[in-house]
């Protein structure tokens, strides 16, 4: 028994929702491609996001974020990680509502301080209060996270196998997912 992709499946949330580690799981088990957008943007950028924005500021990142969304979207079906302010632009909620399927990995404020707050690594993260920063980061985000065509809610109870067989779960109720099983 195997699966069949005809659209990229975008994971969309906050950081610390999951969507890198839910991610590569997920597409291990349905045997399909593994794409993180920031990744692929420091790649094209030969540079770090939190250099990106230190260097150009975070208007120039959304821009390449959204340039190299549209690219993936354009590409053959896969599983793709997106950072956490990308579902934020309209222009790319449209773009993977057109190509893919959007799925919220929603996580609970609690759940994402205890996962990043020990991470250097999240620029959005680096000020004085970085708790505060977080909890506004989620209260204007979780409007638009909402938007997407599947939810599925993490819990601090659920390993990140767990998570993922309920992430294909959901995919394979929607019919409109695009995920079907073969074989």
Request: glycine residues 10%; neutral net charge.
């Amino acid at each position: 028994m195997g699966y069949q992709l005809s659209k990229t499946i975008v994971l969309v949330g906050l950081m610390g929702a999951g969507k890198t580690a839910i991610g590569t799981i997920v597409a291990q088990k349905l045997g399909c491609r593994f794409i993180d957008s920031d990744d692929e943007i420091e790649t094209a950028a030969q540079m770090t996001i939190a250099e990106i924005f230190a260097r150009d500021g975070e208007a120039f990142f959304r821009l390449k974020e959204s340039q190299v969304l549209q690219r993936l979207l354009d590409g053959p079906p896969c599983l793709l990680s997106t950072g956490g302010g990308a579902f934020m632009s309209a222009d790319n909620r449209a773009a993977i509502a057109d190509k893919g399927v959007a799925v919220w990995l929603d996580a609970d404020l609690d759940l994402l301080w205890a996962r990043v707050k020990s991470k250097a690594t999240r620029p959005l993260l680096q000020g004085p209060d970085p708790y505060g920063t977080l909890e506004k980061l989620f209260i204007a985000r979780k409007p638009k996270y909402a938007l997407a065509e599947i939810k599925v809610k993490a819990g601090a109870d659920l390993s990140k196998e767990q998570m993922a067989d309920k992430v294909i779960a959901e995919l394979l109720n929607t019919p409109e997912s695009g995920l079907k099983k073969v074989g």
